[in-house]
């Protein structure tokens, strides 16, 4: 059985503040990728990073890094300087079909 | 590229009528996917194509749902008759290869169902 659990429903946090979403990705599969997407309140649904099990590098793009390990099972994502417009919704997809059930973050200005 | 298109984006019925959304996913895909989302179960899949070929409809509520993939470059979900609980945001999603590759998804159907 597969399950995918991100156990914060709601962060809030203050502009300039650094957050980190968490994401546990429990399963048999010896190797699987995972993904994490972004809703906006405006709802669109867009993607922002894949990664796949092999590869446990954390990676940063701009503000956004992500630290995977595969022996925790956990893929975290890590907003730095966290901006009014990275308020949304994020979600953890281990891939197509499957999503946690999200975090929304909320950052105020 | 258009990207993932749907149609209509909002849609308002009262119970007991048939509705269509309509997908068109990005060329060159060949996986498909129908999700719902609301407030109370979050996103759900509701049903998987791939090559036009439904693969996973386990996630489908019951039969009052039904979709198809005509061709490679249009698929439909209706909801025969449509009940207030129905009513949610239906997104489409494609990708090139499930698992592997992420998913673009369209603006969404809201459905609203009085």
């Known amino acids: 059985a597969q399950k995918v659990t991100q156990a914060q429903t709601e962060i809030s946090v203050v502009e300039k503040e650094d957050v980190t979403l968490d994401c546990v990705y429990e399963t048999r599969d010896t190797t699987y990728y995972l993904f994490w997407y972004k809703q906006p309140p405006s709802g669109e649904l867009v993607f922002l990073i894949r990664?796949?099990?092999?590869?446990?590098q954390n990676e940063i793009s701009g503000r956004y890094s992500w630290n995977f390990q595969k022996s925790t099972s956990s893929f975290n994502f890590t907003i730095t300087a966290s901006q009014v417009v990275d308020s949304a919704v994020y979600f953890c997809?281990?891939?197509?079909?499957?999503f946690g059930a999200g975090t929304r973050l909320f950052v105020k200005a | 590229d258009a990207g993932v298109i749907q149609s209509p984006r909002h849609e308002v019925t009262e119970m007991g009528q048939e509705v269509t959304l309509r997908c068109k996913p990005i060329s060159g895909h060949n996986s498909l996917f129908w999700y719902r989302q609301t407030m109370m179960r979050g996103l759900e899949l509701l049903i998987y194509f791939n090559n036009n070929v439904p693969i996973d409809d386990s996630g489908m509520p019951e039969d009052r749902f039904s979709a198809k993939m005509p061709n490679a470059s249009f698929s439909t979900l209706k909801i025969q008759p449509s009940e207030p609980r129905d009513s949610a945001v239906y997104f489409c999603a494609s990708t090139t290869l499930r698992g592997a590759h992420e998913q673009y998804f369209g603006p969404g159907t809201r459905l609203t169902v009085t």
């Open positions: 990664r796949n099990s092999f590869d446990e």
């Open positions: 997809a281990p891939r197509g079909g499957i």
